[in-house]
Structures are given as structure tokens and as C-alpha cells.
């Protein structure tokens, strides 16, 4: 819309100093002659004072304005709470209706922002930066107010109202009920690591929000503590209270401790009745029994490695006198100590978390019935390695004693003695213990070779390497709760020599040790997921050739099915973008993790109650109104909008209003001298021509 606007300026044709001395002179003269009265004193007067406005210049100027809008920031609250229940619903019915109310005004240019997008760097609900960002290049004199869409749960309210230099009304339109109500679990303290075996302490606490339905009980609450899925703990606790648990992780690596209470009928949401800890089992040390039988060239190979690794507590003996080789020598006079059989194999074996027999051979110095320990050791969740030789195809072989019944393969009595290169099976490319080994993808391997290994029948276990002409190599098999590993050969020491360039003993040796301890990264099958910059990963590792879609329950309470793709031999992977912050459960077969997107304390989650108590001091400071758009009785209303002049005059009864601005924007400028060309010159000859008409009379 244009304008015009009409004035009158100067531009003197001398300086101002001159303009008035000529103006004082006339004005004298002028006086003069007319108190003296002096025949055409009047127009002598006019002549003159003629004269001075020729030399002043006046100039008509003639101003062409066009009105600047008033910007008005419609800040609308997409924020993970906003998707409660009907508030997302609500926020669009009420877009949209202000939207056309403020068609109706042409004077107002309407900016909308959607803001308050929860995500891992943006955590919460932050609409005055919002607003300030969507009024940055606006001048504070053509802002004409704000309006915002929320629930009122806002997390970067000013300390100082003022300090936003917003002088227009500020309104506030609160989605949600009026009668909400929540409850929500929440940890105050956890560790983040742990040893495993050893308890240590959580605290957790249970909230209420809102108005409690008046069906709900007021008794002790349910929470259930479980531990990897398994329910360890229900413990009865009162709101608000601050609680400890005691918990005790049976394994290493990675363990989800979770907390979780009943929902309420009538809470907006139950994603907050769980809430979890990623913990990290540490194992304090880990103790390895390592018996050797006959000396031999590799002997050292298995005690270099666990020694290498300060974590590892080893306890290693060399059986190099069998009792057949009594002769009578004095005990005092030997240098070797007694095999302490009993307190190793009785009194302390559950003490160990792996047993290794090195190319040991039944040679009686451990009774029979100790055999039977080892094998209800494994069964009760022990670990148990054979690395044999030569001497498990004898009649010395651990395989004909009690230990049987824990072994994957019984020996045929051959030993193959030919050059061959150690081959992983299809399994093998698979398992975790073999996947990946470096070296493995060419053919042959790039690795040397070796030159023995035992033939063996009846294998129940899963064959991960293989020898000459398809025979097992490296058998690994479940036996009761426990883990059995048969390594059908004693030529590692090889690759440990760097013979015809050696090979990957210590990630096979190390992978082959930890999967017996059941480490949960070389878990056959197993599901994780990992979170990050607006985006989730989830891995499935499986022996499987193929896997069933992910199913995936989101925080706002969204079920995805998501196809997995592979990625390698065993693995197989999805990428799953979300902007949502909280707990998410993770489906694929038997197997169910959880992960948590974003901060474990984002303050999104930490109050979801729809509230009006954030934004009134802030309305009530710089002016305007906080109110819902759903009344107590259910009636949903939208307020109409009236320009206003006044910020205190900004609300009333079912119509609030935003300031309309003055401003304009100069579009040209005409400007005509009075006393210029054939006006000016007819002015001046009409006054002069009637001063000497006058004195002619």
C-alpha cells in the first residue's frame, strides 16, 4: 500500500546567514513603512518580503511512501512430547486456523517456524531461540508480537523477559489436556561399569505428574529391575523417594540393566515407565588353568599369549613326572613341586573361567573320576580347551576317559602327517571366532602351512577350520551351559615362528579364548545397535544365511519393520534415521536388545505434563497471553486475532491481538521550486507591478 506524503523545504541560493539579515531588513523596512503609513506600504511590504522567500528557495516536495509489514513469528512446537496423545493434531487444527485468521490482515507478513526438533545434539525444547533466529534481520519496531504452538514444556526460558527485545506481545496456545497425568522411573545414580561378579549399587526413583485418575490405587508401586532381560528384582516403593538396588552382572562386556513400573490407565505415555543403563562388565581378572603334557615346539605358545595379556591370571604346570617315574629320590632333593590334582580340580576348579590341556595325555596323574569333574565343570558353564597332538590318537587320549562326554569328536586313532593350509569351512566364514581372519580371503590363504593333525569321527560341534581332505581342524561345540574348543593339531607354534611368513595366531588364539568365556562380542548370534547423530545401527550377527526383518519400537510408541541388509558372512545390518529421543526395542527372531537415542537426560523426557506455569511470566512481563486451546470441559477453541495499537492492550475474552507498525519505506521523492522558472518570475512581477500600480494613483 502507497502514499503521499506533501511538504515544504528550502534551499537558499545564499547561505542561511544572508536569508536572514535580508529577512530582518524587510521585516524593518516593512515596519517602517507602514507605521508611517506611507502610500502602498502594504504592498511595498509584500514585495520585499517576496524578494527574501525568492532567495530562500522554498521547494515543494512531494514524498511517494509505501507501508512496511508488521512481522508476526508463529513458532509452532515439534518436539517429541508434542507427539503425545492428540497435541500433534491439535498444534495443526490450530496452524491452520490462525493462519487464515491472519489472511484477513495484509498488513502482517507471517513467518512460521517450526522448532523444538528433540534430536542427539538438540535434546529439547528450545523456541525462543527459534524465535529469536526467525526475527533476527527484523528491525524491534516492525515486529508486531509472537505466537506460539506448544505444550508448554519449553527449556530455554529467558531468566530476563527483557532481554529478548521483543516489544510486541508475546501469546502462548498450550496443546494437551488440562487433567494430564504421568508417570515416569528415572535413574539418579549408575555406574557405567562394573566388575562383573561383584554387586554394586543403583538408585533409582519413581515420579508422578499431574492430576493422579481417581481410579488409580495409592499404594507402594511395582518396579521390576531386570538385568539383560531377566528379571532379577521386583521392589515396592512409594513416589518421589529416592531408592537403591543392588545388582550383580554375570557377564562381560555390554549388559542392559533395566527399570520398568506398571503404566496407569489414563497417562499420556508409557515410554517413560522404563528407563535403562547401558553397564560395561569388566571381569576383575581372568583365570586360565593352562596344563601341558609332552614338551614340545609350540608349548610356549598358548603361556606367551595369556601372559601378554594383564588381565589374564594364569596358572600354568607342566606335567614332566608321571608317578610311573618314582625312583626314590628324596623330595627334598627335587627341584620340580607335586601337581597339586585336588585343589585344582576339586576345591578350586569353578574358580577358573578356562581350562586348557596342551597335547596332554592321560598318563595317570589325575584319577579318573577327576576327568568327571572337569566335564560336570563345563557342564555347569566352565570353559574347556583340548589343543592335541599325536598323543590324542594313543591310548593315552583324554578322549577315553570321562572327558568324553564333553567332547565334540572322538579320535579314529590316525594321525594325517601332509602339508596343508588351514582352510576356513562355510561356518567358519561365518563365526565369530574365524570371520574375518586376516588372510583367510585368498586362495590359498595367505598364510603358511601345517604339517599334522588328528583324524577324528562322530563330530557333534561346529567345524570353523578343516585340514587335509575336508577333515576337522578347529571343532567348537556347547556342552550343558558351558563352551568346549578342540584344536585338532599342534602346528600353531608356525605361524607363531613366522614360518613360510606364519600366520594370524594371536587373533585366532585370543578370539578362540574369549568365545569360550563367552565375551558377548563373539556371541554366534547376537543383536546390537549403536546410536548416533540422529541415526541407529543395528548389527545382527547370525550363522544363518538369512534373517528376519527388524522390528523396531520407537520411543513415541511407533512400531517400524525394517529389512536387514548384509554386509558380510554373518552379519547383516540396518540404518534406522529418527529425530526421537528415548528407548528403543529392538526385535530380529529370539533375539530383543535395547538403545537408547539421544542423551540419557535429555530434559525432553524429564517433565511431559502440558503446562501453561513455563511462558506466563514471560507473557506477563513484555504483555500477552498464555492459554490452552482445549477448555476443562473439552471444547477446543482457536482465538481470533485483532491489530492492536498497545502491548498492554494485546488480549481478551476469546481474541488476542498483535501491534501494527508505522514503519514505511520511501519510494521517490518529486520535488518543484516555488520560486524557480516562470512561477517564481510571475510572483515577483505581480508584487512589484502592484507596488507601482499603487504609487501611480
Known amino acids: 500500500m502507497t502514499s503521499n506524503v506533501f511538504s515544504i523545504a528550502f534551499d537558499p541560493i545564499i547561505p542561511w546567514l544572508g536569508v536572514w539579515i535580508a529577512l530582518a531588513i524587510a521585516l524593518a523596512l516593512s515596519a517602517l ?258 596344563v601341558s603334557g609332552e614338551p614340545h615346539s609350540g608349548e610356549r605358545t598358548w603361556r606367551n599369549l595369556l601372559k601378554s595379556d594383564a588381565s589374564v591370571d594364569l596358572v600354568h604346570f607342566t606335567i614332566l613326572r608321571p608317578p610311573e617315574k618314582q625312583d626314590g629320590t628324596p623330595i627334598n632333593e627335587l627341584s620340580l613341586i607335586a601337581f597339586p590334582t585336588r585343589e585344582l580340580f576339586v576345591e578350586k576348579i569353578d574358580d577358573f573361567d578356562l581350562i586348557i590341556f596342551d597335547r596332554y595325555q592321560n598318563r595317570n596323574v589325575l584319577p579318573t573320576l577327576y576327568y568327571d569333574y572337569i566335564a560336570q565343570y563345563v557342564r555347569n558353564g566352565g570353559a574347556l580347551l583340548v589343543a592335541s597332538g599325536p598323543e590324542f590318537a594313543t591310548q593315552t587320549s583324554v578322549a577315553l576317559t570321562p572327558l568324553v562326554t564333553a567332547l565334540p569328536a572322538q579320535p579314529t586313532g590316525q594321525v594325517i602327517e601332509a602339508g596343508f593350509y588351514p582352510r576356513l569351512t562355510d561356518a567358519g566364514e561365518r563365526h565369530p571366532v574365524t570371520r574375518g581372519l586376516e588372510g583367510s580371503r585368498q586362495e590359498p590363504p595367505q598364510w603358511g602351512r601345517w604339517f599334522r593333525t588328528v583324524s577324528v569321527v562322530g563330530n557333534a560341534g561346529t567345524t570353523v577350520m578343516r585340514s587335509v581332505d575336508e ?43 574369549h568365545w569360550l568365556m ?3 562380542d563373539l556371541e554366534e548370534e547376537a543383536l546390537t545397535a549403536e546410536s548416533g547423530s540422529g541415526e541407529l545401527t543395528v548389527r545382527r550377527q547370525t550363522m544363518a544365511d538369512t534373517v528376519e526383518p527388524l522390528r523396531v519400537l520407537l520411543p513415541s510408541g511407533e512400531t517400524l519393520e525394517v529389512q536387514m541388509v548384509q554386509v558380510g558372512p554373518g552379519l547383516w545390518e540396518a540404518r534406522i534415521e529418527t529425530d526421537e529421543i528415548g528407548l528403543v526395542e529392538l526385535t530380529n527372531g529370539d533375539l530383543t536388545t535395547l538403545a537408547h537415542l539421544g542423551r540419557t537426560d535429555a530434559p525432553e523426557f524429564a517433565d511431559m505434563i502440558s503446562t501453561v506455569e513455563r511462558l506466563e511470566p514471560v507473557s506477563d512481563e513484555i504483555g500477552g497471553t498464555v492459554r490452552r486451546l482445549v477448555s476443562t470441559t473439552g471444547q477446543f477453541r482457536v482465538p481470533n486475532i485483532l491489530p492492536v495499537r498497545s502491548t498492554s492492550e494485546a488480549d481478551g475474552r476469546g481474541w488476542i491481538g498483535l501491534k501494527t507498525s508505522d514503519e514505511s519505506r520511501l519510494e521517490g521523492v518529486s520535488q518543484t521550486s516555488l520560486f524557480s522558472g516562470f512561477l517564481g518570475l510571475a510572483l515577483l512581477m505581480f508584487a512589484l507591478s502592484s507596488m507601482w500600480y499603487r504609487e501611480g494613483r
Open 518 to 520: 563367552k565375551e558377548p
Open 471 to 513: 577333515n576337522p581342524l578347529l571343532i567348537l561345540d556347547e556342552f550343558g551351559d558351558g563352551r568346549v574348543g578342540l584344536m585338532l593339531s599342534d602346528h600353531g607354534w608356525l605361524w607363531a615362528r613366522g614360518f613360510e611368513g606364519g600366520g594370524p595366531h594371536v587373533g585366532l588364539y585370543r578370539r578362540l579364548a
Open 33 to 290: 513603512i507602514l507605521v508611517l503609513r506611507l502610500r502602498g506600504s502594504v504592498l511595498r511590504s509584500l514585495a520585499a518580503l517576496a524578494l527574501v522567500a525568492a532567495i530562500a528557495n522554498p521547494i515543494f516536495v512531494n514524498e511517494e511512501r509505501s507501508s512496511l509489514p508488521t512481522t508476526v513469528a508463529l513458532v509452532v512446537d515439534r518436539s517429541q512430547s508434542q507427539r503425545l496423545q492428540e497435541r500433534m493434531p491439535q498444534t495443526d487444527r490450530a496452524l491452520e486456523a490462525l493462519q487464515e485468521n491472519l489472511e484477513r490482515f495484509p498488513q502482517f507478513d507471517v513467518r512460521v517456524v517450526e522448532a523444538g526438533n528433540s534430536s542427539s545434539t538438540a535434546p529439547s525444547t528450545e523456541l525462543f531461540s527459534a524465535l529469536q533466529g526467525a526475527l533476527r534481520d527484523v528491525p524491534p519496531s516492525q515486529v508486531g508480537g509472537a505466537i506460539f504452538i506448544t505444550d508448554g514444556e519449553v527449556h530455554d526460558v529467558p531468566a530476563d523477559p527483557q532481554a529478548l527485545g521483543l516489544e510486541a506481545p508475546l501469546h502462548a496456545l498450550i496443546t494437551g489436556q488440562p487433567d494430564e497425568f504421568d508417570r515416569q522411573v528415572r535413574l539418579t545414580q549408575a555406574p557405567r561399569f562394573a566388575i562383573v561378579g561383584t554387586p554394586f549399587e543403583m538408585t533409582y526413583q519413581v515420579r508422578d505428574f499431574g492430576q493422579m485418575p481417581q481410579d488409580a490405587t495409592n499404594g507402594p508401586i511395582e518396579v521390576e529391575v531386570s538385568v539383560n532381560g531377566t528379571l532379577v528384582a521386583i521392589e515396592q516403593v512409594t513416589p518421589d523417594a529416592q531408592f537403591p538396588v543392588t545388582i550383580t552382572l554375570d557377564r562381560a562386556g555390554p549388559n542392559i540393566v533395566e527399570f520398568s513400573v506398571a503404566p496407569v490407565d489414563g497417562e499420556i505415555t508409557e515410554t517413560n515407565n522404563r528407563a535403562f543403563m547401558r553397564v560395561e562388565g569388566i571381569r576383575e581378572n581372568l583365570r586360565v588353568l593352562l
